[in-house]
């Protein structure tokens, strides 16, 4: 996601995965698995053909880090059980729960307010060559 945010031009510059595999050393079998849930969640666009690949589906500004890590991890919580109440019968009043509960949501809240853009300014920053 981030080699694309970093070549996005809305509509113009699909990128194949064979490319992002070579500059991000990344196995080309590995990014043809991750895809698909980016592509399920909207967050690529695809277009077959000669000038085809992969595209942002929105800009990189609009693409929030907490959208990547649900489409690919699912939901963003630090135990089991924060998740699925029904995980443990202990659960509506048990502290630590309560406590991981809200450690789960400071980290989404976190991976929530950044973007993809905000990303490639980080990277452009400690990288100025790029």
Request: aromatic content about 6%; overall charge positive.
């Amino acid at each position: 996601m981030l080699n694309l945010a970093r070549h996005y031009q809305p509509e113009k510059n699909y990128a194949v995965l064979k490319s992002i595999s070579a500059e991000e050393d990344i196995p080309l079998r590995y990014l043809e698995q991750i895809i698909i849930p980016l592509k399920l969640n909207k967050l690529v666009k695809s277009m077959r053909g000669s000038s085809g690949g992969y595209i942002l589906a929105r800009p990189p500004s609009q693409i929030r880090i907490s959208e990547i890590i649900l489409a690919m991890e699912g939901p963003l919580t630090l135990v089991e059980c924060v998740e699925d109440k029904g995980y443990c019968s202990r659960a509506p009043s048990c502290a630590p729960r309560k406590t991981w509960a809200k450690a789960s949501q400071l980290l989404f809240n976190y991976f929530d307010q950044l973007t993809l853009a905000d990303l490639v300014k980080l990277e452009t920053s400690h990288h100025p060559h790029k």
